[in-house]
C-alpha cells in the first residue's frame, strides 16, 4: 500500500514524504493488523491534518478485488479513526487530475508526479500513485474551500 504526504500552501505543493506499507502476516487478518499499524504509526509521525484514498478498481478477479477492498477499509479506517476528513477519488478522476487524462498510463502519473513535486525520491509506483492521490485531493480540496468561501462571503 503506497502512501504520500505532502504540504499544500495556496497552490504551492510540497514533497513530504512517501513510502510502502508492505503487508507482514499469513493470514489476511494478520495482514491487515500490520498494514492498519503502519498507517497509524504514519499518521502520529506525520501529523497530517486530511486524507485521501483512491476507490477500488473492480475488475473480473473478484477475490482480488475484494482484498483490495479490505485493504482499502484499513486505508480509510486509519485516518478516520484519528478523526481526519477522508477524502474519497476515482482512478480516473486523480489520473485526469494530475496528468490531464483520464486514463493515463503510470508511467505519466509517474513524471507528472516527478513534474510537479521537483526533487522527489518515490518509493515505488505504489507510493507515486499515493502522491498524485494527495495531489488531487489537495486540488479539490482548494476548489471546495474557495467555493465554501465563496457562497459564505455571498450570503453575509
Given at each position: 500500500m503506497?502512501?504520500g ?10 514533497h513530504?514524504?512517501n513510502g510502502v ?7 489476511m487478518?494478520?495482514?491487515l ?11 502520529a509521525e ?6 485521501a ?7 473480473k ?9 479490505q ?5 480509510v479506517?486509519?485516518?478516520a ?9 476515482a ?6 487530475t ?6 493515463a498510463?503510470k508511467?505519466?502519473?509517474?513524471h ?5 513535486l ?7 509506483p505504489?507510493?507515486a500513485d499515493a502522491?498524485?492521490i ?7 480540496a ?12 455571498a450570503?453575509?
Amino acid at each position: 500500500m503506497g502512501w504520500g504526504v505532502i504540504d499544500v500552501e495556496g497552490s504551492r505543493l510540497t514533497h513530504v514524504a512517501n513510502g510502502v506499507c508492505h503487508s507482514e502476516g499469513a493470514e489476511m487478518p494478520e495482514r491487515l493488523v500490520s498494514l492498519y499499524r503502519q498507517l497509524k504509526a504514519l499518521i502520529a509521525e506525520y501529523r497530517p491534518d486530511q486524507a485521501a484514498v483512491e476507490h477500488t478498481f473492480v475488475n473480473k478477479d473478484g477475490s482480488g478485488t475484494l482484498k483490495l477492498g479490505q485493504a482499502r477499509g484499513v486505508a480509510v479506517l486509519a485516518p478516520a479513526e484519528a478523526g481526519l476528513p477522508v477524502g474519497e477519488y476515482a482512478p480516473n478522476q486523480v489520473k485526469k487530475t494530475v496528468v490531464g487524462v483520464g486514463h493515463a498510463a503510470k508511467q505519466q502519473v509517474d513524471h507528472m508526479v516527478r513534474m510537479q513535486l521537483p526533487g522527489v525520491k518515490l518509493a515505488g509506483p505504489d507510493a507515486a500513485d499515493a502522491l498524485a492521490i494527495a495531489m488531487c485531493h489537495a486540488y479539490f480540496a482548494r476548489s471546495h474551500g474557495g467555493l465554501a468561501a465563496a457562497l459564505a462571503r455571498a450570503s453575509a
